[in-house]
Each structure stands twice: as C-alpha cells, then as structure tokens.
C-alpha cells in the first residue's frame, strides 16, 4: 500500500503546478512545478491568496462562477490568465478541486494548473 510519503513524493515530482489551499483559497502548499510555472518559491506563496497570480485581468464573472461551483461541490476547469513573479503573463488551463471531510464539508481546495502559453 502507498504511505503518506510516496503521496507527498508523487506531488514534489508531479510535472503539473498543483497547490492546496484553505477553504478561502490561502496557499498551504505548492509543489516545485508550480515554482518552476510562477517563479514563486513555497516561501513565498505559502500564506498569500491564490490571487497572488492573478494577472488582474479575468473578468470578474469568471470568478463568480468558479467559486459558485467550487462552493457547490463541483470541480471547475478553464483558462485565466496569471501572472508571474517576474511580472510576465501566461495563459492558464487550470483545474480547482473542492476537496471534502467525511461529512462533506469543503475543507481544502486543490488547484491543478499548466502554462499553455504556447499551445494558444
Ligand atoms: P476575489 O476577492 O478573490 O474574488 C472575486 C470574486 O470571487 C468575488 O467577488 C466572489 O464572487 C468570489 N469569491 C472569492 N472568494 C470567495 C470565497 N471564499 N467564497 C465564495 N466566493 C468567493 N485565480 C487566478 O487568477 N489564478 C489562479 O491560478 C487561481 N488558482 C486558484 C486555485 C485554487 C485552489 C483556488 C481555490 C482559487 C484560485 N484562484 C485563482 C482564484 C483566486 O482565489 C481569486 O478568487 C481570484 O484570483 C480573484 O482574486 P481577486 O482578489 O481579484 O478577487
């Protein structure tokens, strides 16, 4: 069977910038693929908003909408575009996870993410 360490493992190497935040989407962890993507380290990112990336220029109601599905339940997946350390944008195909307790209850949220800059 896996132990928690080949999981953790698996998520380090995984070439796909993965983070897991709060319920209000504070960073908890970021891989190295998602350092190598944005440019910010797990020093920097951990305790900041997943906002951090954002270029500013997703129209508002994309986010309205993704968070009404991720407060539903429900996966959401699209394109944004984020913005990295270095202050350079790259297009997004980003996949958030609402990730639940035994009960159901949304306690973290896993964002799945890749620059697909150059596929556009
Ligand atoms: P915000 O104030 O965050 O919100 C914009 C609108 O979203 C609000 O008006 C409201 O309708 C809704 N909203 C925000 N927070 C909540 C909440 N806690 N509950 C219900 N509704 C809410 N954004 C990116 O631009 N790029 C990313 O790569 C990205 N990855 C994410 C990964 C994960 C795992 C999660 C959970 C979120 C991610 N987001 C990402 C969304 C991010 O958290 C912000 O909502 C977004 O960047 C807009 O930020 P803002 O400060 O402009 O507006």
Do not use: C
Not at 66 to 79: A, E, V, Y
């Amino acid at each position: 069977a896996l132990d928690s360490s080949v999981f953790r493992e698996t998520l380090e190497q995984a070439d796909v910038a993965v983070s897991i935040t709060d319920g209000k989407a504070n960073i908890l962890y970021v891989n190295p693929a998602f350092t190598r993507v944005t440019g910010y380290s797990a020093e920097d990112a951990v305790g900041r908003n997943q906002s951090l990336i954002s270029n500013k220029t997703t129209p508002r109601t994309v986010y309205t909408s993704l968070w009404r599905k991720i407060t539903n339940g429900q996966s959401w997946s699209g394109r944004l575009v984020n913005r990295r350390r270095d202050g350079t944008p790259y297009l997004a195909d980003l996949t958030i996870t609402p990730v639940q307790d035994a009960s159901g209850v949304t306690v973290n949220y896993l964002g799945m993410h890749r620059d697909i800059t150059l596929l556009h």
